[in-house]
């Protein structure tokens, strides 16, 4: 099994990123992540010497042999293997509420037997990765920022035992992940989760079939995933891609499948804090007579 250390980090997706790994469609490789404060709060009171280029970092690139434009690279997560222990922030000018929080602050939060402690309090830990994504068509995309190439989704189903789908635009794809949470609610509305070390183990497949958005497959249904500049527009999007994913898989026409996706497909929201937000539509697995490939 392949692995990329944590030493290698990137803090962009752009179009000519540079590869630290090389593997092949069906190979196994090892992330190791660091939390998306660059490891640098270990105390609360760290918050007082805090280097905001080191925030969010993720682990990679990798080049994935025989991965053109066109293709999509289909993301396996096997494992989550986190820290012992978290953080969680919120600043003033972030958040939904971004004048509820005068300066900085940040907890720490202890993770054990899979449960978060948020002070006398014992939440479930549901590990997930908020960044995943690969080159983008063009331009330069903070790790902060989700589009197309995926990025920082932030979305909770991201987990062990799904598998992400994400549209392949640049030779290689350059998979790159980081951003792990031990758990994080739908919203994210302080602006951070239970911020952690983690390493993470995926395993990487090619298939020949093109996607426009990122999709997260799990063993009830999928969720098409569309971050875009307002909640309207990722809103509008997302159902959209939804009631063409419906006509195409089920031969439906357009007006049939927008009547279908009323009754049947969840839209959710992911994020709400991050430079473009995050939205999902979910669709059950059960339409298709048990027929689980997205082609």
Known sequence: MKKVSSTNLVYAFSSSMSPVLEVASG?????????ALGGQIKFEGDVINLDFSKVNPATGPVFIKGAMPGNTLKVKILKIDLAEEGVIVCEEGFGVFPELVKGFKAKMLRIKDGF?????????????????????????????????????????????????????????????LGDVHAAMADGE???????VCANVTVEVELINYEIEWPLIETESGFFIVVSMGTVEEALKEVTYQAVKFLSRKLNLSMNSAYMLASLVVDIQISQLVDP????????????????????
């Open 27 to 35: 190979d196994q490789i090892v992330f190791e992540t660091i939390d």
């Open 116 to 176: 978060v402690r948020f002070d006398k309090l014992s939440i479930p830990a549901n590990p997930m990765i908020g960044v995943i994504g690969v080159a983008p068509e063009n331009g330069h995309f903070t790790t902060g920022t989700a589009y197309k190439h995926g990025g920082n989704m932030d979305t909770k189903y991201v987990k062990t035992g799904s598998a992400v789908y994400l549209p392949i635009f640049q030779p290689g794809a350059c998979l790159a």
């Open 189 to 195: 509305v302080c602006v951070s989760a239970c911020e």
């Open 276 to 295: 473009n937000k995050t939205v999902r539509a979910y669709i059950p697995k059960y339409l298709f007579d048990g027929k689980g490939e997205i082609m």
